[in-house]
């Protein structure tokens, strides 16, 4: 009886050696694993940490295209780019949303030219009328949009939108019929000369009137 014993005890020992062996084997991996992740972080983290101090990356040029209202002065003060800055730790959305706060403004680009270019690419609001609102002359683009007040420096040889403004409500379908007209003549050439538009009126019974520089009159 001892002997049956002694051997189920000696195979159990055994057995909870052989585990004991695997549950260590397991956990030197775990460990290398962990080693090895932690070195490759490691460094990692060090070339990246080189990388942004390096003077190789850092912006030596910065060129600004599209510009028609605005200079190249203007987007670079409204960019306020940090003298040397890295061109990876750069912020593009940030430097687009400074850029965006000038109502000339319709979209703007943000590119990199590695190692040392940035490149921003603007594209500007076209007015094509003025609209007189609250004692005020407004400049409107294409869409009917009034995006800044006129001021000096401004383009003013432009038609004024007269009319189109009651208590202070913005009669739209009339503003976009009016610059609808006014494409349309700057652009047809199987039409008589009637001179340059100075005024378009908005009349909500009588409709659209037509003044030129010449000082002829059109009803529409």
Known sequence: MKKPFRLRFEAKKNRLKRHADEVLREIGRALLLTGGIAAVTALLLFGFDLTIRSSTLSIRETVVRGCKELTEKDILTLA????????????????????????????????????????????????????????????????????????????????????????????????????????????????????AVSEVHGNETFGLSLFTETGLCLQL
């Open 80 to 195: 306020a780019i940090r003298p040397a800055a890295n061109i990876l730790t750069l912020n593009p959305d940030a430097i687009a949303r400074r850029i965006r706060t000038n109502p000339w403004i319709r979209e703007v680009f943000i590119g990199r030219e590695f190692p040392d270019r940035l490149v921003i690419v603007i594209r500007e609001r076209k007015a094509v009328a003025l609209l007189q609102k609250q004692g005020g002359l407004y400049l409107l683009d294409s869409n009917g949009a009034p995006f800044k007040r006129m001021e000096s420096g401004d383009e003013p040889n432009l038609p004024v939108l007269t009319g189109l403004v009651r208590e202070g409500i913005t009669d739209e379908a009339l503003v976009m019929k009016s610059i609808a007209l006014l494409i349309y003549l700057a652009d047809a050439k199987d039409i008589p000369a009637i001179g």
